[in-house]
């Protein structure tokens, strides 16, 4: 089972080395995984679903998902309404995550290497926006991670950053089962420590009583909101598969849809309900919030290392994915190197973002790093569901499947159409396009997206039925 991308080298007649290597072979083998995009082996496999959970709990229990949660307020939504507005963006973008995670233990591959079969070479254009995200997301995380680090080391905070994006960068080079083995310990240890953070702010904190926004505001506000949350979730899409790849087929799929979607769907509504709660002690300075909020001392100690932690948990993440898109964009730079790689180009990032206001670079960074998802996920998808009619119910051979490539053209068509179309939607603090102005600020521009590129991309590919 192979890909064209994984085939030995016609000139020098062995295996691409970059994309192939060593692989883990058990839970608990926390040696150096060298395997890159080459698809995982049946007799390679192992694990079970449950371990999804854990893997998409502990990395979302940041306090970027905190400082997220805190926009609803911010726009002058009350807590409930909210709240509902990010349960239902959540879930929005949880469900993609979930489905696209199935197909890991179905093939053996990661998510932007399968996005090959219905992009063709032109899959170079999702995976750099990938490889860019992965480092964005860096940016995003780290900057309360390496804030945090900062604080509680008494350390200048350009050295917090430091140090957590070599540690990121050190987890990212051992990758896919210590990723795991650190996300299932970390479960545990995170989840006290918002559990803690929760009683606090339950104790002496007291959700914003004011509403600022009122009549077709207060639907734009509900919708940003929304969105915002939204984009959160949908932003690991392009990861799914990357953490299930290692799963035998015989892994029940919906079990591994539902631990996903707990998975992530759970921790990302905690820690953003946090953030609506106490947004009046999560300001620029989130974890100094934490450290103040805790009330110094031992436990502030325990909360900024919870903090950085989570960070950690998740930009080992970011580093894993994104050293898999770089070599699907055709760079044979190994998978170890490719995330350390990864985690060094965070680091200017992330002094930039805390060079000026926190508040508006990070939103604004948020959102653009996905507005490219949404048409991702519907052109992969509309591929996928029409090869698996084509193969009647038989399980997927995916070196059958990358023997019937289809033409580049059609998916890049309705990936750049549908950004275009998405444009005017867009509300961020750098652009508010033609039709989000008018709606009072509520951004669309996801859904339309995602609509967009289901429209112009499923005819298309219909004619050319495999």
Request: hydrophobic share 55%; net charge positive; glycine share 10%.
């Amino acid at each position: 089972m192979s890909l064209p991308y994984a085939r030995s080298d016609a000139a020098g007649g062995g295996p691409q080395h970059a994309f192939d290597g060593r692989m883990p072979t058990a839970p608990g083998d926390l040696r150096v995984e060298a395997r890159g995009i080459a698809p995982v082996p049946e007799d390679a496999r192992y694990g079970s679903p449950a371990r999804l959970f854990t893997v998409w709990f502990a990395p979302n229990l940041t306090m970027t998902g905190v400082f997220t949660g805190t926009v609803g307020i911010a726009l002058g939504l009350d807590f409930p309404t909210a709240l509902a507005a990010v349960v239902l963006g959540t879930l929005l973008g949880a469900v993609p995550v979930a489905y696209l995670g199935t197909w890991g233990s179905q093939t053996g591959a990661a998510q932007m290497p399968l996005a090959r079969l219905a992009f063709g070479r032109a899959v170079a254009v999702p995976g750099a926006l990938q490889w860019l995200s992965s480092i964005a997301w860096d940016a995003l995380i780290g900057l309360f991670g390496g804030d945090a680090l900062a604080q509680l080391c008494g350390w200048p905070f350009w050295l917090g950053v430091l140090v957590m994006m070599a540690a990121q960068g050190g987890l990212g080079v051992l990758g896919y089962e210590a990723i795991h083995r650190l996300q299932t310990v970390m479960t545990f240890a995170l989840a006290a420590a918002f559990v803690l953070l929760a009683v606090k702010l339950a104790g002496g904190t007291h959700p914003a009583p004011a509403v600022a926004a009122h009549g077709a505001d207060r639907a734009g506000a509900f919708v940003l909101t929304c969105t915002v949350a939204l984009s959160l979730a949908v932003s690991w899409a392009p990861y799914a598969s990357d953490f299930s790849r290692y799963l035998p087929r015989t892994a029940s799929r919906p079990r591994m849809f539902w631990c996903t979607l707990l998975g992530v769907g759970v921790s990302f509504v905690a820690v953003q309900a946090l953030g609506l709660w106490g947004a009046a002690e999560f300001t620029d300075q989130t974890a100094r919030g934490v450290d103040r909020l805790l009330g110094g001392g031992a436990l502030g100690a325990f909360g900024l290392l919870a903090v950085a932690l989570a960070a950690l948990c998740s930009n080992a993440m970011n580093d894993y994915s994104g050293s898999l898109a770089l070599q699907t964009v055709g760079v044979r730079l190994p998978r170890p190197a490719a995330a350390a790689f990864a985690a060094v180009l965070g680091f200017p990032l992330v002094l930039w973002m805390h060079a000026a206001d926190t508040t508006a670079r990070f939103q604004n960074v948020l959102l653009f790093v996905g507005y490219w998802i949404p048409a991702f996920v519907a052109i992969v998808v509309v591929d996928w569901v029409m090869r698996a009619r084509t193969r009647g119910g038989r399980p997927v051979d995916l070196a059958a499947e990358a023997a019937r490539p289809q033409p580049w053209w059609p998916a890049l068509t309705a990936f750049v159409v549908a950004f275009a179309v998405a444009v005017p939607f867009m509300d961020t603090g750098l652009y508010v396009g033609p039709v989000a102005r008018p709606l009072h600020g509520a951004d669309l521009a996801y859904p339309v997206a995602f609509v967009a590129a289901l429209l112009v991309y499923a005819p298309l590919r219909a004619r050319r039925r495999a």
